[in-house]
């Protein structure tokens, strides 16, 4: 991490470091972003599955979700934050360092109008994988994603933690359910 944090925050308990951001605020965006990609292809090698959110309250969701169905899950939070890691930049990691048969899951992350970067990413992803979301995708779109993913869910009925509860997890519990309704 970068010089600039303070020894007495590194060394503080767990419980002084919740008061305070976390150490990316530290540090400069390129150097934290850096950081986090060589976190990223570090974990994702040892992982069970592959998921990326987006950064709002149902992406967050989505990754309580995944975090409850798989024992070591490795989730990246894209299109914002402090990491700012972009998708097409989080499928260009997953398909360099995922194993091929780890599961990605892609939820909560409408493209705006442009699928044509997505499909490019999601084309170079060997790994079986789904997305699910609840935004209004153009009919054109969806089905250019069909064509390169194993499964996609689109339902704006529901929140996106909503469909990926419903789509992976055979018996969840009801504490999971209340949750993510």
């Known amino acids: 991490m970068s010089s600039t944090v303070p020894e007495e925050y590194t060394n503080a308990p767990v419980e002084v470091q919740g008061l305070f951001p976390g150490l990316w605020w530290n540090t400069d965006r390129y150097e934290a972003r850096k ?14 599955a592959v998921g990326i959110v987006d950064t709002d309250a149902d992406g967050l969701a989505c990754e309580v979700v995944l975090r409850s169905k798989y024992d070591n899950p490795t989730v990246i939070q894209a299109n914002g934050g402090s990491y700012a890691i972009s998708l097409t930049h989080a499928l260009d990691i997953v398909s360099e360092n995922t194993p091929e048969d780890v599961p990605v899951i892609l939820a909560d992350l409408s493209p705006d109008t442009t699928f044509s970067g997505l499909k490019a990413g999601l084309a170079k992803v060997s ?13 054109s779109a969806k089905t250019s994603i069909e064509c390169v993913v194993d499964e996609i869910v689109i339902d704006d009925d529901k929140c996106a933690a909503q469909i990926v509860l419903d789509e992976i997890h055979q018996n969840n519990n009801e504490k999971l359910r209340e949750f993510v309704n």
């Not at 950081?35 to 069970?48: G, H």
């Not at 790994?127 to 009919?139: A, G, I, K, L």
């Open 35 to 48: 950081e986090r990609v060589a976190e990223l292809e570090q974990q994702i090698p040892e992982s069970d």
């Open 127 to 139: 790994n079986p994988t789904y997305v699910y979301d609840h935004h209004d995708w153009e009919w």
